[in-house]
């Protein structure tokens, strides 16, 4: 699996008591997004091209070009005028990096459907309450995101990481969002992905 998806730093001194270990870890939305592909490329055979939509302030706070780099993908075309913006390639895989909005965070193309991911980080070892809301905010927002969208022959899945209060959350909403045609997937700290089923109401 991965080992470099978290990135560890110092807390604001206001939140240093609600971090497990005094360091907060940090699974950043565009960590997130890269984590999501390459579980959908060991997943799906079929699905060999994929891209993700970061913005600005995503590749800033991860290096998504190195992390690419490091397992093999290499940078073939330079897209927009970012480091990282560009087509990567590995084998029959390709992977398109743009700062394109509204697309959806991954979309990726199988055989027979397309995959459309929205996704949020996050802090996941705090207790602090601004932190643990935005955990909660950010499963709802890309839920909300997907809703939005026309099926079109999609699968639509809301990925966030996995927490104990994400896993909550997850549970309660499980069964309405499969009404609507959504998934839910957690992602563990070294790339696993979990997806929540859904329960009668």
Not at 15 to 20: G, P
Not at 159 to 178: D, F, G, H, I, S
């Amino acid at each position: 699996m991965h080992d470099d998806l978290i990135q560890e730093r110092d807390p604001p001194i206001k939140r240093v008591d609600k971090a497990t270990g005094g360091v907060e870890k940090h699974f950043t939305e565009a960590a997130v997004m890269l984590a999501f592909v390459m579980y959908l490329f060991e997943d799906d055979p079929t699905l060999t091209r994929a891209e993700i939509h970061p913005d600005g302030e995503h590749g800033k706070r991860f290096d998504i070009r190195g992390w690419l780099e490091v397992r093999g993908f290499q940078k073939v075309q330079a897209i927009g005028t970012t480091n990282y913006g560009g087509e990567y390639r590995l084998g029959d895989r390709t992977i398109t990096v743009s700062l394109k909005p509204g697309l959806g965070d991954v979309v990726a193309y199988a055989n027979d459907h397309t995959v459309v991911a929205e996704c949020k980080g996050g802090v996941i070892n705090t207790r602090h309450a601004g932190q643990v809301s935005r955990l909660r905010s950010g499963l709802c927002e890309v839920v909300g995101l997907l809703m939005s969208r026309a099926p079109d022959a999609e699968r639509h899945i809301a990925v966030v990481p996995n927490t104990t209060v994400t896993a909550r959350l997850a549970e309660t909403m499980a069964q309405r969002c499969k009404i609507a045609g959504i998934e839910i997937a957690l992602i563990n700290e070294d790339g696993s992905v979990v997806f929540v089923p859904a329960k009668n109401l």
